[in-house]
């Protein structure tokens, strides 16, 4: 049947990757789902991966149509198929009777199809969302412009959503779920939140952590064995680093494997959601506190417990978020949240202005900050108690998760991350490595890590390193060619 002309308008409006047919889109929903015409079609929302369309249809049915943003370079079908697989195991296990996750009714994960592009076909969830609540008396959005009773609610429900996940699962490999020839659940290679495959399954988080290493080496024998000079680096976006300093750094975090394994209390296997954020929730439009829409499985992972207690995006905060304090580093990690306690010394502050004349309060966004470190305190107790009633877990160390977590978060963020990832946390393997090595008693492996929020201060090292007067000479011919260049400009 021929699209409506009010149909077309409606489609030439939306919002697209040049590649995507939202034409060939309808057509596919139309006749996978064997439903009468299409009347309307719209943009539910955007995201890095997915543009989300809501799909009317003449007998009342909704339909959400999640499509690609990736071209088909980007894209990985793998990815998007095990995204799919966690959100049917999800549905269909009594695990999680407390997460509401969409139907999938139908997907292509391929570009040959009338849309041009990867889609799936899913339920639409009805619900508030919060993310974008804006309070007008400080101009705060999402959790930070709430009132403070209203934040320790919302923070409750979102550790009750925590305490779900952590449900142990019927798996017994690390890796991502996906779904074997006859639709059953199975593990497969461990994918990230931006499609990357990082391999496997795998027996252990050791087998894990060698395998991204033996990667780092792989890659470079693949594409440093033919440089011309010590820079490794190879595009502006890549760290600036020499073989010798990779070396180092690789032989380090190698050698603090062992010390990083979690004990035993931390390493029952759990579902991971990489990104539990109120932008990715619906609630109850009565009920602020009930949950009812849990979206965006993708790169959701099977992991130690101990490897998933990541805050909420909407709890974390940065060290320059809204500035750098000194003498207080911003460490730049994704997993684990900077500690913003006090305001210290805002006179040395920078000045930041909207526009002429019109100067930013940075004091406000700090005090959010500050309040997101003491709502992580009480999602953490809240979470603890949450597992020990729908457990009957009085594991002690299970209950102090979130505070145990944050250098092994940190360990993993960086063996997961490349090469590069060791390079921008340089010295954080560094201080760690002699920290350990100056503390650790009879060889233990197993006890519990943990420190500081940051590093302010460097330990003196036990070591010699006589590397000091290679780098003075390199500084003195730096100085002296700086010098003939100058000298050249004056004649």
Known sequence: MPMSEDLELQISTLRKSRWVNLSGLVDCATKRLSKPTCQSIQLLGNGSYNNVYKLVFADGTEIAASVSVHDDEDFNPQ???????????VR??????????????AWDVTFSNPAGAPYVLMDVVHGRKLNDLINDD??????????????LAITKALAMLQST??????????GSITLDDQGGFIMGPLFTISQQNLGG???SIVDLWRAQLEHDILHALREWSRLETEELSQSLSEPKCTPQKFSELFQLLSSLIPYFVPPSSYLPLVLYHPDVALRNIFFDPIDDTKIVGLIDWGGAQILPLMLTAKFPDDLNSAGDDPCERQGIPDEGWNTVPHDWTSFGDTSKWPSVFRGPDDRVDLTVRARAMIK?????????????????DRYSDDDLCRAMLFAHAPYYLKFHEIITGGWTSLVDHAEWIRETYWRLNAVKQDGRSAAL?????????SMEKSVFDLNIFEKQSEDDQDGEEEEEEEEDMDE
């Open 449 to 457: 890590i943990v420190g500081p929020n940051v590093y302010r201060s």
């Open 79 to 89: 990815a998007k198929m095990s995204e799919i697989a966690t959100m049917q195991f």
């Open 138 to 151: 400080n101009g705060l959005r999402g959790m930070d412009g709430m009132s403070e009773v209203r934040q």
């Open 165 to 174: 996940l952590s449900a142990p699962v019927p798996f017994d490999k690390i």
């Open 372 to 388: 997101r470190y003491y709502l992580r305190q009480h999602f953490s107790t809240c979470f603890a108690q949450e597992n020990h």
């Open 92 to 105: 269909s296990s009594s695990l999680y009777s407390g997460i509401p996750v969409p139907q999938v009714h």
């Open 201 to 203: 399954p795998y027996k």
